[in-house]
Nanobody, 123 residues
């Protein structure tokens, strides 16, 4: 089993910054891509940013130039640095990891999600 623990959300004024962290733990053999998604009230969950095991990154157009995703493979942790925040960034943010999980005599691949952390940006 794999556990994903997020931290770093909160309330910030427009133009401010927040840094989200998400640590994966458990019987992890390896992690491929990691990412951050968000879901605002009444809207579908959307991809914010993703990073591969080789550190290639991908961002939603709405956050390019303002958000930066990074990862620490030794700690199985992914980060999201959010700068120049806007009220429209308000949402619950979820981390995701594509894990290869170690089990006796083998392994399997599965996506795991964090519990979600609220980010609120006031105008």
């Amino acid at each position: 089993q794999v556990q994903m623990v997020e931290s770093g959300g909160g309330l910030v004024q427009a133009g401010g910054s927040l840094r989200l962290s998400c640590a994966a733990s458990g019987s992890i053999f390896s992690i491929n891509a990691m990412g951050w998604y968000r879901q605002a009230p009444g809207k579908q969950r959307e991809l914010v940013a993703a990073i591969t095991s080789g550190d290639s990154t991908n961002y939603a157009d709405s956050v390019k130039g303002r958000f930066t995703i990074s990862r620490d493979n030794a700690k199985n942790t992914v980060y999201l640095q959010m700068d120049s925040l806007k009220p429209e960034d308000t949402a619950v943010y979820y981390c995701n990891a594509e894990c290869t999980v170690r089990i006796p005599f083998g392994s399997y691949e599965k996506d795991y999600w964090g519990q979600g952390t609220q980010v609120t940006v006031s105008s």
